[in-house]
């Protein structure tokens, strides 16, 4: 994401959004995330969730803006993030790409063709 970001990015905004753990170490564990040491648990506040998008920004080293969910959800609930997922918004905020759940339904060059017949439409 961060090479499409790179490309396009004095023609659109890209950004993150940090929503709840996938894989908590108190909730639906990961054998892949305990294997590299990656134990969180589900923060409940959100200067929790803030900190572990922090680490997560940190650690990924991500040069696309993070943003965070609130506590309450309203983004994932909102968007149907859960666990992740890809989307162009439009600039009237209209849904013009929205990719399968991550990460397996992650369609990155789906969304670079829908983001480049997007501005090609707005240059018309």
């Known amino acids: 994401m961060d090479k499409i970001g790179a490309r396009y990015s004095d023609q659109a905004a890209f950004?993150?959004?940090y929503i709840r753990e996938a894989h908590p170490a108190d909730g639906w564990r990961s054998s892949s995330n305990d294997e590299v040491g990656i134990m969180i648990d589900?923060?409940?506040?959100i200067e929790e969730r803030t900190q572990v998008a922090v680490q997560c920004c940190s650690a990924l080293q991500m040069s696309i803006p993070l943003l965070v969910d609130g506590i309450d959800d309203r983004v994932n609930r909102a968007y149907?993030?859960?666990p992740d997922r890809l989307y162009i918004v439009d600039k009237a905020g209209r849904i013009a790409f929205k990719s399968g759940r991550g990460p397996f339904g992650y369609?990155?060059?789906a969304m670079e063709q829908s983001l480049i017949t997007l501005l090609l439409a707005e240059q018309i």
Not at 42 to 45: R, Y
């Open 107 to 109: 369609q990155p060059r």
């Open 42 to 45: 589900q923060p409940k506040t």
């Open 80 to 82: 149907c993030a859960f």
């Open 15 to 17: 950004y993150n959004v």
